[in-house]
């Protein structure tokens, strides 16, 4: 009984944010039935132009349980979409591209924010947001970093940029995608590559086509799962310089639930053992899933936060993000 009573309270107050949400994603779908376009990127910007609502107390549980759980599980009913076959196609361009990209931009951000004036460890909390995977990234690395006064400031600056950042490149990045003249899958390397959170690779990703989405969305995950070597790194040079070698904790080093998720269902549809109306239905879903996780992303999207955040560890950000775009554009091109 008990029990029943805490999800009841548990979905009064889910309620009001998804419902929102869900209103934004019907809103977004209807635009898209009467005059075409990408529903994903709608919904965002639909998100965005009634962010005023997110004010509102009522929402924000709702809204954080679409982008973190609804968000997770789309991105895991995907693997739906792909095969262990489609990904041999792929070779390993990504995979080299996802390192290079990665392993540059955390080596320039020690030297970026030094010559900003910014600390070792604003650099580790951006470069991995940066490289990484956006708020989630910069979440785990501060657990592992020294706990010093400043740290839980320098943590919300970060999530606050990278957030704007992510919305900002998802909605540049396509375009320029084409004017490079990438093809499906350098276009879905790049988005993959370089683009901040899952959720913004996503919807950029099936923004401009479907195959462009799913090898974003296979090179966002090669991301993800740099995640744990690189805090493992970073908390083993902590634990050498604090003399604190319990810092780290496996648990939070695990690969996210969503991605085993994801790895399993990709491995099952690979195998052919899933019937054809579940994979439909686990496709259909994962589109609802991420139509609604964008479009409350959107109503928790405010640009204007970045006047908070101050120009230098800004500045730094951008150049992180910079970076990264034309080390990968780059590494397109040469081996292209």
Request: charged share 10%; aromatic share 6%.
């Amino acid at each position: 009984m008990q029990f029943v009573e805490h999800g009841a309270t548990a979905m009064r107050q889910l309620a009001p944010g998804v419902l929102v949400a869900v209103l934004v994603s019907l809103a977004a779908e209807f635009i898209v039935q009467t005059y075409g376009g990408p529903i994903l990127l709608l919904a965002l910007l639909l998100g965005m132009a009634f962010h005023f609502l997110s004010e509102d107390p009522r929402l924000a549980s709702g809204l954080g349980f679409c982008t973190r759980f609804v968000l997770r599980l789309g991105v895991a009913l995907l693997g739906a979409r792909i095969t262990f076959e489609q990904i041999a196609t792929l070779g390993l361009r990504p995979v080299v591209i996802v390192i290079a990209g990665v392993a540059t931009t955390m080596l320039a951000s020690r030297a970026l924010a030094r010559r900003l004036g910014l600390g070792d460890s604003f650099a580790a909390l951006s470069g991995t947001a940066v490289s990484i995977c956006g708020v989630s990234a910069a979440l785990t690395v501060a657990a592992v970093l020294p706990q010093r006064p400043d740290l839980g400031r320098q943590t919300v600056v970060v999530c606050i940029a990278v957030t704007a950042l992510s919305t900002i490149a998802m909605l540049l990045y396509p375009p320029l995608a084409t004017l490079a003249r990438f093809s499906a899958v350098e276009g879905g390397v790049f988005l993959g590559a370089t683009i901040h959170d899952v959720a913004q690779v996503v919807g950029a990703g099936y923004s401009m086509s479907d195959r462009h989405g799913d090898v974003a969305t296979f090179t966002k995950l090669l991301r993800v799962l740099l995640l744990a070597p690189l805090v493992l790194t970073l908390a083993a040079l902590v634990a050498r310089r604090t003399h604190d070698a319990g810092r780290t904790r496996l648990a939070q080093l695990a690969p996210p639930w969503f991605l085993t998720a994801f790895v399993i269902i990709v491995t099952l549809n690979s195998l052919h053992v899933l019937p054809a109306p579940l994979v439909r239905g686990a496709v259909e879903s994962s589109q609802l899933c991420l139509v609604l996780a964008i479009a409350a992303l959107g109503l928790r999207t405010s640009l204007a936060t970045l006047q908070e955040v101050g120009w230098r560890p800004l500045a730094l950000m951008v150049a992180q993000t910079g970076l990264l775009a034309l080390v990968v554009a780059a590494l397109l091109a040469l081996t292209g």
